[in-house]
């Protein structure tokens, strides 16, 4: 009895570590599926979709790279999106800033002495 009882343990080590791979992958397909039924067919071409998927949570983010797209097209995604969501997802926009403006960026630093 004590060998059954070893080999039932392995088998199960075994398929818990696949049985969770599966159930994130399936997470990770609807989430994108999800985003690109919400985005218009002609910005498709257009957009690069990234999807992340923890394995031991119900999580998903999804990152659209829109760095080619102007204000308007980013709008014409985004206004759908909102109303398609699943609730465990999160969609992250990246987009293009214009290299011809200038950006200032401020970082306070305390003294080296205080603390």
Known sequence: MSGLACLVL???AMA????????????????????????PRALR???????????????????????????AEVWTVVRPLAGALLP???VVIGIHVDPARPTT???????S???
């Open 88 to 90: 465990d997802v999160a």
């Open 113 to 115: 002495g205080s603390r």
């Open 45 to 71: 071409s257009a957009i690069a979709l990234r999807a992340r998927a923890p394995l031991l949570s119900r999580r998903v983010t999804v990152v659209l790279d829109m760095s080619y797209c102007d204000h």
């Open 10 to 12: 392995a088998l199960a």
């Open 105 to 111: 960026v401020s970082v306070a630093c305390a003294a």
């Open 16 to 39: 818990l570590p696949l049985v969770l791979l599966n159930a994130r992958d399936r997470r990770r397909d609807r989430a994108v599926a999800a985003v690109l039924d919400a985005c």
